[in-house]
């Protein structure tokens, strides 16, 4: 299902884009949280830019520790020179599920994963700053950090592997929704 989703989102991107460039990224930082991902540029105006990005976390670690969680993130961004050259401010919206227990995630998020389990899902959105630095012609380097809101629904859990579910509930979130340094390849 997830597939197919995001297939679907690359083919209208493409379809309704009168793409100038098109750029193919990577988040360094999602891939060092042992998160592969990859996100879809393109350019539909000289100072305009739609992006879509997808990351991925499968695994299970050892120690009951498991970062699982997939994310979808559309984002429109406004450039103040050029596209994929310079400042930008965007738009973004981000959604995924989760399935965490046993980490310590900084700046004292959650410290109860350590000894629980939270497994749930979580929509929202934000803005977004950035710059990106020109290495060659096919190549720049991205850095970007959101700020924003999300809505997290989630079941807490005694333990990783088993245990019984200790409660249900939502909690709103307001602060950062995402950060990146990114790998970017033009076509």
């Known amino acids: 299902m997830q597939k197919t989703i995001l297939t679907i989102l690359f083919v209208v991107i493409g379809i309704f884009a009168s793409a100038q460039e098109i750029a193919i990224k990577t988040n360094l930082l999602y891939d060092a949280a042992t998160t592969p991902n990859l996100a879809l540029e393109i350019g539909v105006a000289p100072k ?53 227990s046993g980490v310590k995630l900084p700046f004292g998020i959650w410290p109860a994963l350590k000894d629980n389990r939270y497994q749930g899902w979580l929509v929202g959105g934000g803005v977004t700053y950035g710059y990106q630095w020109v290495i060659s012609k096919h190549f720049n380097i991205e850095a ?44």
């Open 48 to 100: 305009q830019t739609i992006q879509l990005m997808y990351g991925l976390n499968p695994w299970k670690f050892g120690d009951n520790k498991q970062l699982r969680h997939w994310t979808i993130s559309p984002e429109y961004r406004w450039w103040f020179c050029h596209q994929f050259s310079g400042s930008f401010i965007g738009v973004h919206a981000l959604g995924g599920q989760f399935n965490i």
């Open 144 to 187: 970007m950090i959101g700020v924003g809101y999300l809505r997290i629904n989630y079941k807490k859990f005694v333990c990783a592997e088993c245990g019984e579910e200790l409660k249900h509930k939502n909690k709103n979130y307001v602060g950062p929704t995402k950060a990146g340094i990114s790998l970017v390849y033009l076509f």
